[in-house]
């Protein structure tokens, strides 16, 4: 049963739609990470009715960021992301348009579903559309220096080591992060003399030329394979301006749906194809991946924070916190041993 303060909403958003009047029902589609996601079903036409988490603990204007990020996709021309319908920014609610298909496989990663993709970045970042966003809020976590790539990953595991120590696997997720602080430590040195041999001021920010409009949690496992071979993207609640070394580390290191390696350096041709600077701008994603590498180490960890877990208990009720936390550390532990050195 949907939840009764969702209905009002979405009802009000229905009526807005010319759909006023005509019984509907709320179906759960999905349980994600932060928000409940429900097909509704109105005669004979469905849509997606999105209920976003907001707690006074985090910020982060999810259904604003998303919202105007897929307005503006869609007056640029682009359809491989939902059509955005209405909104209920008071409820916490938003309507779009529904996607029929189906989540992708990691062998199903091919160099079809990677040209989409970088096509997809690439289209929202041409010299016409970045002009048309400039008035799209920064990305969550944007970093447009070396340093403050640096200091987003010396946050998070600042924020992992005051983790609440309740049970056996909490203890088990604090030793594992006092590794990861080794590790990143030793990794910062060695990402500083690569910023030396390339020339690169860790402090010097990336020029606005050189900033993209990033989808921000990029990769496959936001996307929906459609009948007909193309793909949709979807989930842009942290999307906005960004470093592209960030987007592209990112897109390649989520566990998620794993990316092959070897599309690595044709992917980035293809996405960065826009930007002047390309050369330099790959430079840079090539000594920065690390950084995303070790980054979501430390995100599948975020089950271990409270405010983290509020999220995913509103995402899904029924969620098991003490099996949830092994299953997370055990992702976590996978990943950081995958790391290449």
Request: a negative charge; glycine letters at 6%.
């Amino acid at each position: 049963m949907a939840p009764p303060t969702l209905e009002p909403a979405t009802a009000a958003l229905l009526a807005a739609q010319g759909l006023g009047g005509i019984p509907f029902h709320l179906e759960p589609l999905s349980a994600s990470g932060n928000n409940r996601v429900f097909v509704v079903h109105c005669g004979d036409v469905r849509l997606v009715a999105k209920w976003y988490f907001h707690d006074a603990a985090d910020t982060r204007d999810r259904l604003g960021a998303e919202y105007a990020f897929l307005q503006h996709a869609w007056s640029s021309g682009l359809r491989c992301v939902p059509r955005p319908l209405g909104k209920d920014t008071l409820a916490h609610v938003a309507l779009y348009e529904y996607v029929q298909g189906r989540q992708l496989f990691a062998h199903e990663v091919n160099a079809q579903v990677m040209q989409q993709a970088a096509q997809f970045f690439s289209a929202l970042n041409s010299a016409q559309s970045r002009v048309a966003a400039v008035a799209l809020p920064l990305a969550s976590e944007a970093c447009f220096s070396v340093a403050a790539h640096f200091a987003m990953v010396d946050t998070r595991l600042v924020r992992l080591q005051g983790m609440p120590l309740d049970c056996d696997v909490d203890h088990a997720a604090a030793a594992f992060v006092v590794e990861l602080d080794k590790y990143w430590q030793s990794a910062k040195l060695r990402l500083a003399r690569g910023c030396e041999k390339l020339g690169l001021d860790a402090d010097k920010t990336v020029p606005t030329s050189e900033r993209c409009l990033s989808p921000s949690d990029f990769g496959f496992h936001n996307a929906l394979f459609r009948p007909d071979g193309s793909l949709c993207f979807i989930d842009f609640e942290y999307a906005g301006w960004d470093d592209p070394a960030k987007t592209m580390g990112d897109f390649f290191s989520h566990p998620g749906v794993a990316v092959p390696r070897a599309y690595f350096e044709d992917f980035l041709a293809q996405a960065l194809a826009p930007f002047d600077a390309v050369q330099g701008m790959t430079a840079r994603v090539r000594l920065l991946e690390p950084i995303s590498q070790l980054k979501w180490c430390c995100i599948i960890l975020n089950e271990f924070l409270p405010a983290a877990a509020r999220r995913r208990n509103f995402a899904n009720p029924s969620n098991d916190a003490i099996a949830r936390k092994q299953l997370q550390l055990g992702k976590a532990i996978s990943l950081f041993e995958s790391l290449p050195y």
